[in-house]
Each structure stands twice: as C-alpha cells, then as structure tokens.
C-alpha cells in the first residue's frame, strides 16, 4: 500500500483536518475518487480506540460535516457543469466508465442512490455530480446527504471503534486495514458485474 493510500499514514501525517479534506474531496470533487474513505474511518475509529487521536464524539460529529460538505459541493459542480463533465474524454484519472457506472446505479435506484452510494467506492463520488446535472431537486438532494453521510461516517467509524477493543483486531491492525480496503471494493465489483450481465 502506498504511502499516500495508506490510511494509517495519512491519518498520523494530517491528522483530523487531513481526514476531513480527504472526505470531502472524495464526496464531492472528481479527483477525489481514489481517495481510501472507507479504510480511513475504519481506521480512524481503530486509532480512536487506542487512545492516538481525537475523541471518538468530536469524530462522529466533524466527520459527517466534511462529508456532507463534499456532496453539496459535488451536487453544484454537476449543475453547473454537467454535460461539460461527463462528456469529457478518457484521460489519466477520468474515464467514461465511472461516469456509467454511477448513471448506471442513479437510474436503478432513484434519489436512493445518494444514500446507498456513499457505501460504494467511486460511484460515490461521481453520483453527487450527477444528482446536480441531473437536477435533483436541492432539498431532497441535501435530506439523502445527509441521512447518507452521518450513516457512512459514523456506521464505519464506530465499526473501526469496536473492533479495536478487540484483542484480535488491535494486535494486527495492518492486516484488517487491508482487509477492509479490499472490502470496501467489493460493492464496486458486484455493480461492475451486473452492469455486464445487464449489458
């Protein structure tokens, strides 16, 4: 994993701003979907426990704030600039796949979507962007976000939390943060899979 993936690394080097600037890129801006949201409150929530960073109750409340920022700011740039960014070529970090992809799982779940998505690597990002072009009504778009981000923030983080009073868990952190990298992309790959099938 490299440094700048690793969420252990990230969490010590920028600390609480550093996981808040990292949520709110990965909810809202386009370059923020590799960003490691998933495996960062899982391993905030194990840090928590282990007494090495902020208090778990400042956690569960800047958390979904950063997140919630980011999808507001996600939803206006897609209002904005809508078919400027979706119909743009691949390039380096764009690809026209995403962009499917999150069309893919809007259309199959409705104003769902905004919820659901946050529990789902890079459609996450690009479903924000896509609630604004398609213009979802503000409101309604702002009530999902943050049903949505408070369940994400706080449902992982308290998971990394709980598992790390777990002896188990807390004697091999490394290895359950690559785990829960890995299954954070599960989702991804299960929607890749029915996109196929449904192709």
Request: proline letters at 4%; one cysteine or more; aromatic letters at 12%.
């Amino acid at each position: 994993m490299t440094a700048f993936l690793d969420p252990t690394h990230l969490i010590n080097t920028f600390g609480l701003v550093g996981i808040l600037t990292i949520l709110f890129a990965e909810c809202g801006l386009l370059l923020g979907f590799f960003l490691p949201g998933d495996s960062l409150l899982f391993t905030a929530g194990l840090l928590v426990a282990g007494g090495l960073i902020a208090p778990l109750w400042l956690l569960l409340l800047l958390l979904p704030l950063g997140a919630i920022a980011g999808n507001l700011v996600g939803w206006w740039i897609g209002r904005t600039a809508g078919p400027a960014v979706f119909d743009r070529p691949d390039s380096r970090l764009f690809k026209a796949r995403h962009v499917e992809r999150a069309r893919t799982f809007f259309e199959r779940n409705g104003a769902r979507t905004i919820v659901l998505a946050r529990f789902v690597p890079v459609v996450r990002t690009f479903a924000t962007v896509m609630a604004g072009a398609a213009r979802m009504d503000f409101r309604r778009f702002a009530l999902y976000s943050v049903l949505g981000g408070i369940a994400w923030t706080a449902g992982v983080t308290l998971l990394g939390y709980w598992l790390g009073h777990v002896a188990l868990v807390r004697d091999h952190v490394e290895l359950f943060i690559v785990g829960i990298v890995v299954l954070s992309f599960v989702p991804m790959a299960i929607e890749a899979l029915r996109s196929r099938q449904t192709a």
